[in-house]
């Protein structure tokens, strides 16, 4: 999963949100310490669980990357092993 950053500069952090396979432009988020995002790039105008102005919530981008494909800051945001949610919602609906 991915962590709070603690090396966020004065001004706060760049998140980089890359498709896995290439198929959009990376988008970035820009958020200050609280969390807040300040600004979206956002070229191909992906559909994001985030909007500006609002408190990033790191669990919910964390689960929407792992769904849709995403890499956050370089970093897969799925479970290793499925977790026990993912795995009966994979039995449940036939993914």
Known sequence: MISKFDEFGKDGHIIKIEHK??????????IDNDDI???IENP?????PIRKG???????L????????????????CPKDGGFLRSSMDRMFGA
């Open 44 to 48: 191909d105008k992906v559909e994001l």
């Open 37 to 39: 995002v300040k600004k």
């Open 54 to 60: 609002t408190r990033l919530k790191w669990s919910r």
């Open 62 to 77: 964390s689960t929407w990357a792992c769904d849709n494909g995403y890499f956050v800051d370089g970093k897969d945001t």
């Open 21 to 30: 396979r290439g198929a959009t432009q990376n988008v970035l988020v820009h």
